[in-house]
């Protein structure tokens, strides 16, 4: 059978098999936490709470009137021991609530709602938002702004995202393998929310285990859904590209998915949105795939938000000696760790240590033209060239070959035979032309 | 150069982390076991000036630092080298009939050829200061590429002469590899046929194909000096038994050697596609206008350089087009320059000169073929 999947794109050696098969464990609960205030796009929290205040597990500790925002808890019982900037995985310092375990755990739940196919619309996507829940594939963008979308566009499709294209990462695979009734939940709920009748779960075929799981109960429980088998391609679990290969759908530039109808929501956020109304339990843990051959023993674990990667490395027997790059997330898009304080956040699906064995230096030559990126490129760019004009700082010309069309997926680099740091130029690009855009805007004031 | 060297966003390896982290008490370093700190005054521990350790190895227990880089953090397997020496790999079939053919000849030139392509490069290394390139593989593909280009019976101060020219003026002048315009090898042989028309097509008919006859000339030659009386077959075409340069006599050696490419996805498979294609097109239409006066399209595939030129000069990656629209309109461009020069021209053969021109529209092409990219609108019409 030929399976359906995007245009260009490339399939990196995909190295699951380090914790493909390891059923997910619960870290046991750290002793101290450290909790950034912003975990999410859009409007920073403010911390509610004070040096020396008592939380409770789930107890709002951050939050913000905003509306593109979500509300952040604590994810332990005890004693807020400080306030302040904290390394952040994503390789800045950033305002930090760090909290030690003391006593009993305590837990304060969410809202209870008895029966959500009867509850308002509008008070389950309350419910989401004070769960402070988020797109947990990655790009943390708040799901209760996802499921609440302007009158004039019509939703006619919900895409749920299992496909996990990133290398090393098998959090979302053992997920949908161990919790698959509550992953269908959060889809019934959310296309409930939405009013969607067409639900498809894209999975990539490289977890045929997470496959058949989910086709088992959708059929069993009766869902409507269908499954969706997708080729191993990178990176198809980017919107944009799972919209082109479950429904043949193009979403037109600097728009968004809901402008053709569709909805994407993925699959560890389904997990997050069954516990929050129908357990009433907020976003406070997540699983995290801890993995590489820079560590002993690679695990899937179920960790709270907050929790020290050092935490990590050490229920999974520590990072071997000779590891050579740390990251969070995949290797295609992850970003390098520089101190194993920070802590896990809502957006972390797997940190992954590495030897040299995998990860190898290179030496860059000259672009010889070869166009292997523009062959691999699944937006049809041109990153060659878009490099080039990003380091002789041609705004005209990055804009005319669309620069921001660039979802940094990281092929071009990956492929490129001279080891051109191509998207890493393309970041720089898309920075300078934001600024000389702001600019012009202002001189124009 | 040397600036992208570097990613840009990475930072610096010798940034102190421990020095933007003053809250030591909380930052415990990940050992196991508490070691003596690192920490101490530089002025103070007086080690005679011992580069310090950088606290961040304490972060795991070796003594390694880890990198800190923007994504992606893996590679795939492919590196520009590579890319030269499957394309040297790939002309090994038309080298060995070449020596078979031509002897020792063949050998000479081609080693000459090669030795003074380094041999350039390296000068053209130590004299701009831009650090030893002679071990990419691009100078020695285009050694090897000139030497295919010549006749057999070329004197070997010419073959170096031409080596020379190739990598300094067709590349080096530019600012090296990927900075070319036109293809070296080629740019070089026209250099030769410039400065030496009569000794660049003297021909030497291979050892068996005449027993006495020394010289002889190429099959396109032959044919438009006697007004198409005189046709090779296309066996003889096929196998190399023609008189010819040096890599273009044997289609089918030249020909395993280019599916090969195309295979390994050394060479977009357009280029030649399209390049070929066209050439059997233009010159099948003028064929069946009139069959007497112009030669059949298998005979202008399968004679002169078309076949060496089509998988191994055309393709060359660094002046081909990088989008697939270019890359058609740059085979069709070669197909119908090459026709016009064979058929019209005042030479028998333009393999040479349609690719160099279509070379020098490659800017343009990459520019005038960019692709849509994923989901772009129809552009909205201008106020």
Redesign the interface.
Known sequence: MKLSTFKKG?H??DYKYFSQDKAIETLPLPDDVYIPLQQHIGAPCEALVQKGDKVKTGQVIANTGAYVSAPVHSSITGVVK?I?K??HPL?M?ATMI?IQREGEEEWELLEKIDDWKWAPKEKLIEVIRDAGIVGLGGATFPTHVKLNPPEDKAIDSFILNGVECE?YLTADDRLMIEEADKILLGMAIMMHILDVKKGYIGIENNKPKAISMMQKRVVELGYPFQVVPLKVKYPQGAE?MLI?SVLKK????S?LPMDVGVVVNNVATAYAVAEAIVESKPLVQRVITVTGDGVTEPKNLMARLGTPF?NL??ACG??????????M?G???????????SPVVKGSSGI?A?TEN???????????????C?RTC?????P??LSKFA?EKHMDNLN???VM?CIEC?SC?????????L???I??GKLRLRESNAKKAKEKE | MTDIKKAPEAPKKDENVEAVAPEKDIKKPIEDKPKPPVRKNPSADGDGGKPKPDPRRKLFKSERMTIVAPAPHNKGKGSVPKVMYAVIAALMPAVIVSLFLFGTKAMITILVAIFFAMLAEYVCNKVMKTGLTIDDGSAILTGLLLAMTLPPSFPIWGTALGAVVAIVFGKQVFGGLGANIFNPALLGRAFLQASFPVKITTWTLPAFAATDAVTGATPLGTFFSTDGATVASIKSLLFGNIGGCIGETSAIALLVGGLFLLVIKAADWRIPLSYIGTVVVFSGILWLADPVKYPDPLFMVFSGGLILGAFFMATDMVTSPVTPAGTWIYGIGMGIVLVIIRVWGGLPEGVMYSILFMNGLVPLLNRWTRPKYFGEMPAEPKK
């Not at chain 1, 520590?318 to 990251?327: A, G, L, P, S, W």
Request: glycine share 6%; with cysteine.
């Open positions: 490339l990196p050696e400080d302040q904290y390394y390789g310092r760090h290398p944009k082109y193009k979403v037109p530039y728009k050092k490395f050490e520590n990072v071997k000696d000779d590891v050579h790059r740390i990251f997330g290797p295609m898009m992850g970003m390098t760790q520089y101190h194993l304080e992954v590495v995998l990860v190898e230096e290179v030496t860059t030559f000259p672009c010889i033209r070869c166009g292997a523009v699944p937006m049809n760019l041109m060659l060239r380091q005319e070959f669309g069309n990281g680099a990956y492929v490129c035979p001279a080891n051109i740091p998207v890493q130029w970041k720089v």
